[in-house]
């Protein structure tokens, strides 16, 4: 869990101010690096690019050895894109896609993986005779919270298994060659057993397509939002499920990749949000630490309950109490963790919330009218400022007016 020292930390917020998100160049390559040495050699590591689509860290992670993308918009398509992405590096993964977005995702010639029976229709009609991958629900779901969870039975993500004849009818009718299958069961999952269990199903399915070139698993690996807690083993995961494999690769007799396609596992730890304690008061025996930032750039806790770590980088020395930590955005629902022991902070002190590189930054809005937070990247103790934060003229522009 990224953060850096009270020197650096101190360094980047006299130069950038508060908030700002700090990423590290080393982490992220690390992270990579972890990824690709446990698992198969004939696995391809795409990054759910909607977790964090800043240019730079996406930059970074293809620098480090990221072999593409996992996109779910056609903005993202541009973005990989333009960091260096070939068109057979990205992998369109819609979600109630329309026409227009069918049509437009294939103007870039990218393989899309469809994952419902309309869109697959549709997509034929607009264009037969291409290849394509199809989005499977699993039946099985797992993640940090009800609300990430993406297979299942309750799940509005891939098409069921007992709509299998109707794919093999569509994918016939408008000779839609599927070269792909693919499944996700939920973002935050610490149990080799569930991921197993979703594999296992997935490739069940996939046994009933003869011309493969990948099978996707998804993303979704855990990772750490306290200090206490251990790391997955990645090792693990890709061990329990390689005799599943390479009994598919004897059944289904051609060559194919393993795709997997974490989002949060490659950038979540790798970044911070410093932020400023700008008031402390006490009511009905709770002490609430007030900051310059919010759910505006931290929507995770108020969205999902989640939690993160947060500590206190200025004076990490005083006295443990028990405080609630909450943002500046005019909703009773802006709190950034309840009752956390924590070195009592003082107004000006620097505050430093853990494992924000997913969902936090590419999650902001402008909310209350806020300016959405710096962002930084830092490369061991030289920092470079990736996002600038917009003042007022600069916002109003953008609204085009």
């Known amino acids: 869990m990224y953060c850096p020292n009270q020197n650096l930390a101190r360094k980047i917020v006299a130069k950038y101010g508060t908030p700002v998100f700090v990423t590290s160049k080393q982490y992220l390559e690390s992270q990579v690096s972890t990824l690709k040495n446990a698992a198969p050699k004939n696995t391809k590591v795409f990054y759910a690019i909607k977790a964090n689509y800043n240019p730079h860290i996406v930059k970074a992670l293809k620098n480090a050895g990221l072999d593409g993308i996992d996109a779910v918009s056609p903005f993202e398509i541009e973005i990989a894109k333009k960091c260096g992405f070939t068109k057979s590096q990205i992998l369109f993964t819609g979600n109630n896609s ?3 977005e069918l049509q437009d995702v294939l103007s870039h010639s990218v393989t899309q993986n469809i994952g419902s029976i309309s869109e697959l229709e549709r997509l034929g009609k607009i264009q037969n005779n291409i290849n394509v991958s199809i989005r499977f629900n699993p039946d099985i ?11 299942g039975s309750k799940s509005k993500f891939g098409i069921n298994k007992k709509e299998l004849p109707l794919v093999k009818e569509i994918t016939s009718k408008y000779n839609l060659n599927v070269i792909g299958v693919h499944c996700h069961i939920g973002s935050g999952f610490y149990k080799t057993r569930v991921f197993r269990k979703a594999v296992r199903a997935i490739l069940s399915i996939a046994s009933n397509f003869k011309h493969l070139k990948f099978v996707d698993l998804g993303g979704g690996f855990g990772v750490r939002y306290d200090i206490e807690s251990q790391s997955i083993d990645i090792k693990d995961f890709f061990s329990s499920i390689r005799s599943d494999l390479e009994n598919f690769a004897k059944t289904n007799g051609n060559e194919f990749d393993v795709i997997v ?6 950038v979540a730890e790798s970044t911070c949000l410093l932020t400023k304690v700008t008031n402390i008061k006490e009511n009905g025996g709770t002490i609430f630490i007030g900051t310059d930032t919010g759910m505006n750039h931290i929507i995770r806790p108020a969205l999902y309950s989640a939690h993160h770590e947060i500590i206190n980088i200025t004076s990490p020395d005083a006295e443990i109490k028990k405080v609630t930590v909450v943002g500046n955005i005019c909703e009773s629902s802006d709190i950034l963790r309840k009752k956390i022991k924590m070195p009592m902070p003082k107004e000006g002190d620097i505050l430093a919330i853990l494992t924000a590189g997913a969902y936090c930054a590419s999650m902001s809005s402008l909310y209350n009218l806020r300016p959405y937070a710096t962002e930084v990247l830092a490369d061991h103790d030289k920092v470079k400022r990736i996002r600038k934060r917009l003042n007022f003229k600069e916002t109003l522009n953008g609204l085009g007016f």
Do not use: H, I, M, S
């Open 98 to 100: 329309d026409d227009n």
């Open 261 to 266: 396609e974490p989002g949060k596992f490659l």
């Open 141 to 151: 779901g797992a993640g940090e919270t009800k609300q990430v969870v993406t297979g």
